[in-house]
């Protein structure tokens, strides 16, 4: 499999006097499989492709209500850390400081949103506060709020989180505690010194963020890979493979797989690029782990000496730390099914890149219970009649 070359060569021997050339700039675990800018079929294909997407109504025309949303929220978060300062007798040279931020992450931050979802909100705060009240005060304050509407707390599950709908526009909330006094105006979560010593409620909320935004550092091109990614998103749900609950990928997860082919084909256009994901991972060799950064190839070896990973069938790593796999819920079941729609793909891919099929035919829908007319639910699916 292509990703698993490196081209990287050291002439040690080289005795030349000439000023040692810095190694190229890529960004992946290893130099792209091609560097060739695109061709005037390329760009064509782009078109149709962008022409198509937009055809499936996906695209999201409520955009500067949800910025002007999320800020109003963060304007009303801000003023709550103030009134828990007061409440708590903080210092005013604390209270002074402690700011707060929300950041949005997920499909919003990657900007491939789709027309009608959720938003998914980081709520950062200071290390003083004590993150219950984010699910009992602030959500008291929120449920106040005359735009908000049908509010809930849910705090017993893998990330707490407060849902509500603000203005029409559904949102979701978790909260992350910093292990520190304030949350500065110019906040770079990237650095691992955040996730230090904090709770692992606050690491995973934390890590939301820090993954969606690890993802748009680590490809090339940001334009090209969120155009390629609505399409293979479309794809997936119109073939009813999108669906991390079901044992299949969520949006992280095939967000990842396409930023490692735009790593590969960093001058690639968005058509291309998805070309070249079904070609690539029609020939993946799984469970060799996905991942995006030189310095996780640790992982590798991780994901193959633990013995409770030793299950995963199909690996695909955050690229923030703490590196975790993406796809835990994927079975030999699954992953079977996933293959086979990807083989479809290339094979449709193949037509459209000789002009001998359109998009619209990648992105035919698949009736599942027609396809499969015996099934079962994971056991956290089914819940007692009397539930």
Same mark, same amino acid.
């Given at each position: 499999?292509?990703?698993? $070359?490196?081209?990287?060569?050291?002439?040690?021997?080289?005795?030349?006097?000439?000023?040692?050339?810095?190694?190229?700039?890529?960004?992946?675990?290893?130099?792209? &499989?091609?560097?060739?800018?695109?061709?005037?079929?390329? !760009?064509?294909?782009?078109?149709?492709?962008? *022409?198509?997407?937009?055809?499936? %109504?996906?695209? *999201?025309?409520? *955009?500067?209500?949800?910025?002007?949303?999320?800020?109003?929220?963060?304007?009303?978060?801000?003023?709550?850390?103030?009134?828990?300062?007061?409440?708590?007798?903080?210092?005013? +040279?604390?209270? %002074?400081? #402690?700011?707060?931020?929300? !950041?949005?992450?997920? @499909?919003?931050?990657?900007?491939?949103?789709?027309?009608?979802?959720?938003?998914?909100?980081?709520?950062?705060?200071?290390?003083?506060? %004590?993150?219950?009240?984010?699910?009992?005060?602030?959500?008291?304050?929120?449920?106040?709020?005359?735009?908000?509407?049908?509010?809930?707390?849910?705090?017993?599950?893998?990330?707490? #989180?407060?849902?509500?709908?603000?203005?029409?526009?559904? &949102?979701?909330?978790?909260?992350?505690?910093?292990?520190?006094?304030?949350?500065?105006?110019?906040?770079?979560? $990237?650095?691992?010194?955040? +996730?230090?010593? =904090?709770?692992?409620?606050?690491?995973?909320?934390?890590?939301?963020?820090?993954?969606?935004?690890?993802? /748009?550092?680590? +490809?090339?091109?940001?334009?090209?890979?969120?155009?390629?990614?609505?399409? =293979?998103?479309?794809?997936?749900?119109?073939?009813?493979?999108?669906?991390? @609950?079901?044992?299949?990928?969520?949006?992280?997860?095939?967000?990842? $797989?396409?930023?490692? =082919?735009?790593?590969?084909?960093?001058?690639?256009?968005?058509?291309?690029?998805?070309?070249?994901?079904?070609?690539?991972?029609?020939?993946? =060799?799984?469970?060799?782990?996905?991942? !995006?950064?030189?310095?996780?190839?640790?992982?590798?070896?991780?994901?193959?000496?633990?013995?409770? %990973?030793?299950?995963?069938?199909?690996?695909?790593?955050?690229?923030?730390?703490?590196?975790?796999?993406?796809?835990?819920?994927?079975?030999?079941?699954?992953?079977? +099914?996933?293959?086979?729609? &990807?083989?479809?793909?290339?094979?449709?891919?193949?037509?459209?890149?000789?002009?001998?099929?359109?998009?619209?035919?990648?992105?035919?829908?698949?009736?599942?219970?027609?396809?499969?007319?015996?099934?079962? /639910?994971?056991?956290?699916?089914?819940?007692?009649?009397?539930?």
């Amino acid at each position: 499999c292509p990703f698993l $070359l490196s081209s990287q060569k050291k002439n040690v021997a080289s005795t030349s006097s000439a000023p040692v050339q810095p190694p190229p700039k890529w960004f992946g675990p290893s130099d792209p &499989i091609s560097q060739d800018f695109p061709e005037d079929n390329d !760009l064509i294909l782009t078109k149709k492709l962008t *022409e198509t997407l937009q055809s499936y %109504d996906i695209y *999201e025309s409520k *955009e500067e209500l949800q910025r002007r949303i999320l800020k109003r929220l963060e304007l009303l978060y801000k003023e709550w850390l103030q009134e828990m300062c007061d409440e708590m007798n903080v210092p005013e +040279v604390v209270k %002074d400081k #402690v700011g707060g931020k929300i !950041l949005p992450f997920g @499909s919003y931050h990657l900007g491939v949103h789709g027309k009608g979802a959720d938003i998914d909100a980081l709520c950062v705060g200071p290390g003083f506060l %004590d993150r219950k009240e984010f699910f009992t005060s602030f959500f008291e304050k929120l449920k106040a709020q005359g735009e908000v509407k049908d509010i809930r707390a849910i705090e017993e599950t893998y990330v707490p #989180v407060i849902k509500l709908t603000y203005g029409g526009i559904e &949102i979701d909330l978790v909260f992350g505690r910093l292990a520190q006094r304030s949350v500065p105006e110019k906040l770079n979560l $990237l650095d691992d010194k955040y +996730v230090q010593g =904090i709770d692992k409620y606050c690491m995973r909320s934390l890590n939301g963020y820090r993954v969606t935004e690890e993802i /748009l550092q680590h +490809v090339p091109n940001v334009h090209n890979f969120r155009i390629a990614l609505r399409a =293979i998103k479309l794809w997936a749900k119109k073939r009813n493979i999108y669906s991390n @609950s079901l044992g299949f990928l969520g949006g992280v997860s095939w967000a990842i $797989l396409m930023a490692r =082919i735009c790593q590969s084909y960093p001058n690639a256009t968005s058509a291309t690029l998805v070309i070249k994901f079904f070609k690539v991972y029609s020939m993946w =060799i799984w469970p060799i782990p996905i991942h !995006l950064e030189l310095k996780m190839l640790c992982s590798l070896l991780h994901f193959q000496l633990n013995p409770s %990973d030793r299950g995963h069938q199909m690996p695909i790593i955050t690229p923030a730390y703490p590196q975790q796999n993406t796809s835990v819920n994927t079975s030999r079941f699954t992953v079977a +099914v996933m293959m086979e729609e &990807i083989n479809r793909g290339h094979a449709i891919a193949q037509e459209i890149e000789q002009n001998k099929a359109n998009w619209s035919k990648l992105f035919q829908t698949q009736d599942f219970f027609e396809k499969y007319q015996c099934f079962s /639910l994971p056991t956290h699916l089914i819940q007692p009649d009397n539930a």
